[in-house]
């Protein structure tokens, strides 16, 4: 039976506090259905970028952005842009699938992984063989998951554990998701597709159990954003063989780095909320400033507050040197200002006006 081994630090005590202090004001806030739209898109595109970003993908955001509108067409990257639109409906799946009020079944999660891995509406079925991690540099075994004779158990241990704790609410749901989490990348229930539908499980859980922040947040940005620490915390055990004490062991740290980034994407998200319904400053005036190319750049800033120039140009249809100097004269009269000016890794943001009165 699945009995996980952690505490809860005072780091992850903390960021449950402002998880919940979050999700508490996100319910009183009147945030009009058409902010929610936006936000929820903008949420779903992201999570999309990000997860598959972890797994290697290539595409950027606007690039994202474009296959999943049907506009993509990216030679030598068809597999990547698969990847984002499998990715992209599995995550629209979960979401829906989070509704029904009944517990969480072995099929539900092999149906994430069709449509994830597959892009196909039908159940994959657990691994037939052993896989192993390993590093990608030197080749070494990072880790070496359960023998594949003994994947069904796990993971019905796992699902029947899920669907027990959330029934039961003994425990916070944050640390349900995060548990849930780390024992299914521990079992690799397959060859491929196990980080993907790992974080399309955590989704599921946090929307059936009240978590869901009615889908405008994105764990993955996070993830990506903090990937060494994300492997780092998920890399436990005295040893990188399951059976050698890797099973057992203490998952005090990824329970506290799950939790730190779910308080961090939903206070992101309150703050943003409330900035949108104050309407402090007069979005229609700052419009009026804008020429027509600037307007439809604010498009990539809603996905991505810090972008380069070659990122603006793919959004936008024009070559990357007249994205360059459209960045820099843009920054010269203050719709952009630089976030990093080195030259091989040079961004930009929206100036800070821009960025408080239009998001």
């Known amino acids: ?14 960021a449950l506090m402002a ?11 009147p945030v ?49 842009e698969k990847e984002v639109s499998h990715y992209y409906l599995a995550a629209g799946r979960a979401e829906t699938m989070a509704l029904l009020q009944r517990p969480f079944t072995a099929e539900d999660i092999q149906l994430l992984h069709g449509l994830a891995f597959e892009g196909q509406a039908r159940p994959t079925p657990w691994r ?11 080749g070494g075994i990072v880790y070496m998951p359960p023998e594949a004779k003994d994947v069904p158990m796990l993971m019905n241990e796992l699902i029947s554990w899920i669907n027990a704790e959330t029934a039961s609410e003994n425990l916070p749901v944050p640390v349900i998701a995060a548990l849930a989490h780390y024992q299914f990348a521990t079992i690799h229930p397959w060859y491929d597709g196990n980080g993907r539908t790992a974080r399309l499980l955590t989704t599921m859980i946090l929307h059936r159990c ?13 993830y990506a954003r903090n990937l060494e620490e994300y492997y780092e915390a998920l890399s436990v ?28 994407a939903f206070l992101k998200v309150r703050a943003s909320a409330e900035k949108a319904e104050a309407g402090s400053l007069d979005k229609a005036a700052l419009m009026r400033e804008l020429r027509p190319p600037q307007r439809q750049a604010l498009g990539l800033f809603a996905g991505s507050r810090v ?28 719709f952009l200002e630089t976030v990093n000016a080195s030259k091989k890794a040079r961004s930009y943001g929206l100036a800070a006006r821009f960025e408080a009165g239009l998001f």
């Not at 039976?1 to 903390?14: D, E, G, L, N």
């Not at 058409?34 to 950027?60: F, M």
């Not at 040893?239 to 057992?248: K, L, Q, T, V, W």
Request: proline share 5%.
């Open 19 to 29: 998880i919940e202090s979050a999700r508490v004001e996100m319910d009183r806030l």
């Open 32 to 80: 009009s259905p058409q902010l929610i739209a936006s936000l929820r898109e903008s949420a779903r595109l992201l999570s999309t970028h990000y997860s598959t970003q972890i797994e290697g993908n290539r595409l950027t955001l606007p690039e994202v952005r474009k296959v999943i509108a049907g506009s993509g067409g990216f030679p030598g990257r068809e597999r990547d």
């Open 128 to 138: 037939d063989g052993q896989n192993v991690i390993r590093d990608g540099g030197s």
């Open 210 to 222: 009240g978590h869901g922040l009615k889908g405008i947040y994105s764990l993955e940005e996070y």
């Open 1 to 14: 039976m699945f009995q996980p081994r952690f505490h809860i630090s005072p780091a992850a005590a903390k």
């Open 237 to 264: 055990g005295p040893s990188h063989n399951y059976y050698m004490g890797r099973a057992e062991a203490d998952v005090s740290g990824f329970v506290e780095y799950f939790c730190r980034g779910m308080a961090d």
């Open 307 to 334: 972008v380069t120039s070659s990122e603006l140009a793919a959004y936008l249809g024009i070559s990357p040197r007249q994205g360059r100097d459209w960045c820099a004269k843009w920054a010269a009269e203050g």
